[in-house]
């Protein structure tokens, strides 16, 4: 649990450090559903996407694991669920598969549970992280209730869907 406090205050302060980065609004063919998409999920704002030499304007301190990893760039958006639990999605575009592998295997998997999404997915209270091929997707919801995880769930699946397009 203290891991995960640690990802969310490390969240809340690279976010707003993406004042560089590439903003983009949502396009059909994007990685993120649009808003109803998923069912209750609404996207809020824009899609902001960081080149791999970029990276340390999103994730300060940790950018060297991914680059070490082959990431190509990440996209990272905000979502709600039904207007109560904010929720940020970040999709790393590696250069292969086991790029995002070798990141996933990484995660923290202390309180998370494995379950069926994508080729390896960890599903946590206020988190999931999975892979799909050359991308590794992380969702964190800045609040924790009992909707939370199948809410993340639902939404991962949703990103899935688009991954395989």
Not at 94 to 122: C, T, W, Y
Request: proline share 4%; aromatic share 8%.
């Amino acid at each position: 649990m203290k891991a995960h406090r640690v990802l969310l205050v490390m969240l809340s302060v690279a976010l707003p450090m993406g004042t560089n980065c590439k903003r983009q609004p949502a396009t059909e063919g994007s990685l993120f559903p649009a808003s109803n998409q998923v069912a209750g999920w609404e996207k809020v704002g824009d899609t902001r996407t960081f080149a791999a030499a970029d990276l340390w304007k999103h994730i300060d301190g940790d950018a060297e694991r991914y680059l070490k990893a082959g990431v190509q760039s990440v996209s990272t958006t905000d979502y709600k669920f039904q207007n109560r639990v904010d929720a940020v999605v970040d999709v790393y575009t590696m250069g292969n598969a086991p790029g995002a592998e070798k990141i996933f295997s990484a995660e923290p998997a202390v309180g998370g549970k494995p379950i069926q999404l994508g080729d390896s997915a960890r599903l946590h209270s206020q988190s999931l992280v999975f892979c799909k091929g050359a991308f590794l997707v992380r969702i964190v919801a800045y609040e924790d209730s009992v909707e939370t995880p199948q809410a993340l769930l639902q939404l991962g699946r949703g990103i899935e869907r688009r991954l395989a397009q």
